[in-house]
């Protein structure tokens, strides 16, 4: 099970126990700091369009809070270890995390990859979720 450490504000800080070879999900939100919320969501585009061609990525997706505009939602799965390193070491992502510093944290938490598998199906019988 993929575990994290977080600040005393929630923000994760480490992750550990990321699957080596199976899929893993991670959701949660990003708290940019006012200032830097529409350059953060530009670095934001560029890295869903990289994500798609990259091969351990199996689903990227990160929008901002219509609300609260500081805040950015994603929902992110990787085929295991690989392809989140892979992902986290494009120069982009680099430059985010080490250089640019547009956000405070993360928050993120990382369900078991089949939860569908786990979920009862909707009451109807049909296999689609929301039908």
């Known amino acids: ?7 005393a504000e929630g923000f994760v800080v480490d992750i550990k126990n990321i699957p080596e070879d199976e899929d893993f999900v991670v959701y949660g939100t990003i708290h ?3 200032e830097y919320g529409d ?12 994500a798609k061609s990259e091969p351990g990525t199996v689903y990227y997706c990160i929008c901002r ?13 990787y085929k295991g270890k ?3 390193d892979a992902h986290n070491q494009q120069p982009i992502i680099q430059k ?3 250089e640019w510093k547009y956000f405070r944290g993360v928050k993120a938490w990382f369900p078991p990859a089949n939860l569908r598998d ?7 019988g049909s296999t689609e979720l929301g039908k």
């Open 1 to 7: 099970m993929v575990t994290a450490t977080r600040d």
């Open 82 to 84: 690989a392809g989140f």
């Open 118 to 124: 786990t979920m009862p199906l909707p009451v109807d």
């Open 65 to 77: 809070d219509q609300d609260d505009t500081d805040v950015f939602h994603m929902f992110e799965r």
């Open 39 to 50: 350059a953060l969501e530009a670095v934001y585009a560029e890295t869903t369009r990289l």
């Open 32 to 34: 940019a700091y006012p």
């Open 96 to 98: 985010l995390v080490n």
